[in-house]
């Protein structure tokens, strides 16, 4: 049995997955299979798949479209091996990707999900910007993820049968991959490469765009089980935490917004599931941003320097220096 699986979903991806596939056959890492699931497709999908002779593609052709959840669990189900990887089959491994997590994870049993980060291409190749994301501290990632879904994946790597044990993927997609990657970070370390591990391939059929409603409702799913990792009340809280990440600060009171913040911060404290003083930087670049925006400059000093939240070590330069500029302004006005 090799080391890893690569699952590779595919639907109507014609004009892309001839270069998917050759990027994970290319790989200077050999010990692999790479298990494809034709998820119905109605073009040449299937004929581009079927003409490869390599051995260690493991072909699996289905004549009805059941879905990504479907399809991502089913795949997970057939996967053997020690490892899982990802490769979506718009997207493009870097020769390396394997060897690099692979040893990566070797080195280091306690990491159960391991990501990187990636170049943006668009429906031709052609490269649209730089990396996608800017380097993060591995002491962060956690808190990262509470807020987001820090890993592109069409990167990732996890170990197979700890993502068995925690059930696998759930009926979520399109968000199925971060409501896992979730699951995982509440029980055991994650990490993520700064470096680029793939090409990850913006278009008009990207999931996420075609289905952004259903995205949008599922995620306040997933946001909803972090608050319950949290402790937090989520008939009381989890309205509050979707306004939250998607910035509708008309919804309620800069009141309500504080009791939440504080709500977070009391419970973290209290369970300790991130580190302290990242955790609350961000909670506090929230009611900062918050208050300027909810309650106006003139008005936001008594706000920003309220003590529940307020601590010199969590600022930023920019807020310091702003509300440094606020408290002068204030004083002369005396």
């Known amino acids: 049995m090799p080391e890893i699986s690569v699952l590779m979903l595919a639907y109507n991806t014609e004009k892309y997955i001839d270069q998917a596939i050759r990027s994970i056959l290319n790989q200077s890492f050999g010990d692999f299979e790479l298990l494809i699931y034709n998820d119905g497709s109605t073009d040449k999908t299937a004929q581009i798949i079927k003409s490869f002779s390599d051995d260690r593609i493991r072909f699996i052709d289905s004549e009805i479209n059941r879905g990504l959840s479907y399809a991502r669990m089913l795949s997970l189900q057939e996967a053997g091996c020690k490892y899982v990887a990802i490769l979506d089959s718009d997207d493009i491994a870097m020769p390396h990707r394997l060897k690099l997590q692979y040893e990566f994870m070797e080195r280091n049993p306690s990491i159960a999900l391991c990501g990187g980060n990636a170049v943006e291409i668009d429906e031709n190749g052609v490269l649209k910007k730089g990396l996608i994301h800017k380097k993060f501290k591995p002491h962060d990632l956690k808190t990262l993820l509470f807020f987001k879904n820090i890993f592109i994946n069409s990167s990732v790597m996890y170990r197979r049968e700890i993502a068995v044990d925690l059930g696998g993927y759930k009926d979520m997609a399109p968000v199925e991959d971060y409501d896992l990657f979730v699951r995982i970070a509440d029980k055991y370390d994650i990490h993520t490469f700064n470096e680029a591990l ?122 310091s220096r702003r509300i440094l500029k606020l408290t002068l302004k204030s004083l002369i006005k005396r």
């Not at 952004?212 to 995620?219: E, I, S």
């Not at 991130?274 to 900062?288: D, Q």
């Not at 918050?290 to 309220?306: F, I």
Request: glycine share 4%; aromatic share 18%.
């Open 198 to 319: 793939v090409y990850y391939r913006i278009h008009n059929n990207n999931i996420s765009k075609t289905k952004y409603d259903l995205a949008v409702t599922r995620l306040k799913e997933v946001k909803n089980l972090q608050l319950g990792m949290l402790g937090v009340d989520i008939g009381e809280f989890g309205d509050m935490f979707n306004a939250f990440l998607s910035w509708e600060i008309e919804k309620f009171s800069v009141e309500r917004f504080f009791a939440f913040l504080l709500e977070l911060k009391r419970k973290n404290r209290q369970y300790a599931k991130f580190p302290i003083v990242g955790f609350e930087k961000r909670l506090y670049a929230f009611w900062y941003d918050l208050a300027m925006n909810k309650v106006g400059k003139r008005n936001a000093l008594p706000y920003l320097l309220d003590k529940s939240l307020f601590q010199m070590r969590l600022l930023s330069w920019k807020q």
